[in-house]
């Protein structure tokens, strides 16, 4: 049973290590649910891929979706409004039932079993290799490499937009590059563990960092924590008691955060 | 730990397929139908678990890690197969068990022997993907093909314990001949309602229909996983109302209430019958499987 828990606490792992810092953003930017909006718009892409003759999970379909993401991506940068006349989240959501509807007419004239392309689009932690692990593991690091090199100008965009815009920062341009490898590592991680672990590991381990502390580096440090021990208690709890590993590991998040609200609440005390 | 790990799996590289003639054969299925089959052919000798039961939808199995534990201690691996039981293929590549993976000793497809129907024929263009190439994979609704089945597990069971190919061959003679007499009996059961028009939620009766010869003129899913678009319903009242059909059979875990709809306006019943094994209490054996649907059918079709 160990062993068979290994791959996937690797993934969770590094799940925890790009998800966590990602979510510190998400949480600021108040664009919570971005990510589901970014791998609906991918799994839109390779729906329409699989509908001319791409097969599943090739470079191709990938190349499609990732495209795809970009468009997102585009569009979340350009509907940052100076003078909010609606918050950034009904964009959001818009965005995300559109997509999803979207892939529900496409699959409707699509020649085979819709049920099979749906399934084979979502992941599942438990099934996780160890090329998968690598190339994540290489995609994120690149991607945390990025951000960790323009890190000024990526936190300033995201903590204090009116500040950029004094500094003369193009933000426009830094919001289509914050979206775009937010959608890149989104869509792989959705292809490996599914949309509600990878929402998860994106606002939780943030939330409770944020609720437990103001600096950003303990925030950091938090996160990753919470996130590592959270991913070993859900996988231990699936192991032990049989439950399906994703959903294990979602619960055992929410049990993270009634713990640190409580303990939050009587800190404050 | 590491020592047992270790001992474990040097006996897979030294033996691998062999059973040891004590030991009962570890055998796991992908459905309750599949195991009911290699009970009945098994016997004593064999121990054997389904990965899912009859109340689930073969194509959504939600897997746990004991699904890999147990496909991982497995001799051999029984597989409705024809990409109706994808999630199986995961389990296998998870477990990393050799001798079940395609191509093992222990591996067994059952759609292997069958005569499948609705195999796409002409020329297949890459637009139409690699779905649904081998055809409609809800063969074991045709008791006949009860046979192949049981014949690819007999077949099996007796490469991996050839110690006991006897008591398995026999097992399987007593199983046909049983078989024979109930799909007799079935069959006169349904003569009534020869050429009787149906109407299906999900595209997975074909074979049970050419058996009980049904004909059956749509279904509620215009295409299978894809939910009835409003103009489709329309249409297929339309449809049954002309065709004076009187049921709409539909598995218990689809969508009742589309369904009911559907009947409401249109005069059919809905007859909800369960697929496999253990879908509904006291179907617990492929021959009570095919009892209760088959009386409660007849039933249905008679007022």
């Known amino acids: ?269 | 730990m590491k020592n047992k790990l270790s001992l474990a799996l040097m006996m897979g590289y030294l033996l691998p397929g062999l059973v040891l003639a004590t030991d009962k054969l570890e055998v796991v299925t992908a459905t309750s139908d599949l195991a009911d089959f290699v009970k009945a052919v098994g016997g004593d000798k064999v121990k054997v678990v389904s990965l899912s039961n009859g109340s689930q939808d073969p194509h959504f199995i939600e897997p746990r890690p004991s699904m890999v534990m147990q496909v991982k201690k497995a001799d051999v691996l029984v597989r409705i197969g024809m990409d109706l039981d994808l999630w199986v293929q995961s389990l296998i590549e998870a477990s990393r068990n050799s001798k079940v993976m395609y191509g093992g000793p222990g591996y067994l497809d059952a759609s292997r022997k069958i005569e499948k129907l609705e195999v796409p024929t002409g020329k297949i263009d890459a637009s139409m993907g690699d779905i649904h190439l081998y055809g409609n994979p809800h063969y074991w609704l045709d008791p006949e093909n009860a046979k192949p089945i049981l014949g690819s597990i007999v077949k099996k069971l007796c490469e991996m314990l050839p110690s006991e190919s006897e008591y398995f061959n026999k097992n399987y003679e007593e199983y046909l001949r049983i078989l024979d007499s109930a799909i007799a009996k079935w069959e006169e059961e349904m003569k009534p309602y020869a050429g009787a028009k149906i109407v299906t939620y999900h595209n997975s009766w074909p074979y049970f229909t050419k058996r009980f010869r049904l004909e059956i003129i749509g279904c509620v899913e215009p295409k299978p996983g894809i939910p009835p678009t409003p103009s489709h319903i329309v249409s297929l009242v339309k449809k049954i109302k002309e065709e004076k059909v009187k049921v709409i059979i539909m598995e218990p875990y689809f969508n009742l209430k589309v369904t009911e709809k559907i009947a409401k306006d249109s005069g059919a019943k809905v007859v909800v019958l369960p697929p496999s094994v253990g879908g509904i209490q006291g179907a617990n054996t492929y021959l009570h499987l095919f009892e209760y649907n088959i009386g409660k059918l007849a039933e249905s079709l008679q007022d």
């Not at chain 1, 966590?20 to 718009?41: C, K, M, N, S, T």
């Open chain 1, 1 to 269: 049973m160990f062993e068979l828990m290994l791959l996937p606490f690797a993934a969770c792992l590094i799940l925890t290590g790009i998800h966590a810092y990602l979510g510190i953003h998400v949480i600021e930017r108040e664009v919570i649910f971005v990510d589901l909006a970014l791998a609906q718009i991918a799994a839109l892409g390779a729906i329409i891929a699989f509908l001319f003759g791409m097969e599943l999970h090739s470079t191709a379909a990938y190349v499609f979706s990732i495209a795809f993401t970009f468009v997102g991506a585009t569009i979340f940068a350009l509907t940052r409004l100076k003078e909010r006349k609606v918050s950034q989240e009904a964009i959001i959501g818009i965005v995300y039932a559109v997509s999803a509807a979207c892939s529900i007419l496409v699959l409707d004239r699509a020649p085979s079993e819709a049920e099979h392309i749906k399934y084979m689009l979502v992941g599942n932690i438990l099934f996780v290799k160890w090329p998968e692990i690598i190339k994540m593991a290489v995609l994120y690091g690149v991607i945390g490499l990025f951000h960790f090199i323009y890190r000024r100008k990526f936190l300033l965009i995201s903590l204090n937009s009116e500040e950029a815009q004094k500094e003369k920062i193009p933000i426009k341009w830094w919001d289509f590059l914050f979206y775009a490898t937010f959608g890149v590592v989104v869509t792989s991680s959705v292809e490996i563990a599914g949309v509600l672990l990878v929402f998860s590991y994106l606002i939780v381990p943030a939330v409770c960092a944020m609720l437990l502390s103001d600096k950003l580096k303990t925030r950091l440090l938090l996160g990753w924590a919470l996130g590592s021990l959270t991913s070993l208690i859900g996988l231990y709890l699936s192991a032990t008691l049989d439950f399906p590993t994703g959903a294990a590991i979602v619960c055992a998040f929410g049990l993270l955060v009634l713990g640190v609200a409580i303990l939050q609440r009587l800190a404050v005390r």
